[in-house]
């Protein structure tokens, strides 16, 4: 099992590994995702849900947290079969006004002009089994911005995509990992229940729930094991 050395992360804390894209010219091909989800199944790890906070820090729990950025239509197209095959639930993390349309911006693992997810592909997402979250109105950097606009974006992300569809909104990603201690303030102001960052890291009985770290998977020919081993390279 290629994931055995590593069991012990899911004593020390809750992984999140963080995705933006699946398809052949992004930061993941769907045949190494699927990989990584084998992996992970055969040696009993199972998701869990970003609510269920409170269980992170017990241990021997083998759980995991899947999210994705910014709400590629290539994630509907390649990643939703394969997590439903496998039993895994995963969180996609929208940006409010470009839902339907090509984002406008480039981050890590993102490509200028990629297609998003239109309404009815959410409503899809949502019906097996998956969650969104609010990943902003227009994909800023928060900590670029003044009081009041970073305010607007936080608050109105989240309003707008529970008007929409239907459903309360808990969690909140920042744009490229943007974030100081003042945004922080805001996301839990703005009623979410967690925020997570782009630092690296395992999420522990230590770690605020409004700054979580992830692990950010990259594309390339490496089993899962490899890359938790990067930033976790204890054994049994």
Known sequence: MRLAPYRSIFREGVPILAYHRIGKTSDVLPKIFERQLKELQKVGFCTTRLDRWADFTKPNKRQFVITFHDGSVSVFQSACGLLNRFGFSAIQYLVVDFIGKRNNWVSEGSLLGDMLMDKSEIRAW??????????????????????????????????????????????????????????????EEGGYETGVTADPGICTNVTDPFVLPRIDVKRGPRTLAHLLSRFLPWTL
């Open 126 to 187: 949502l019906a097996a089994g998956h969650e969104i979250g609010a990943h902003t109105l227009t994909h800023p950097h928060l900590a670029r911005l003044d009081l009041k606009q970073a305010r607007e974006e936080i608050f109105s992300s989240k309003k707008k995509l529970e008007d929409m569809f239907g459903i309360p909104i808990r969690h909140f990603c920042y744009p490229y990992g943007s974030w100081r201690r003042w945004v922080r303030d805001l996301v």
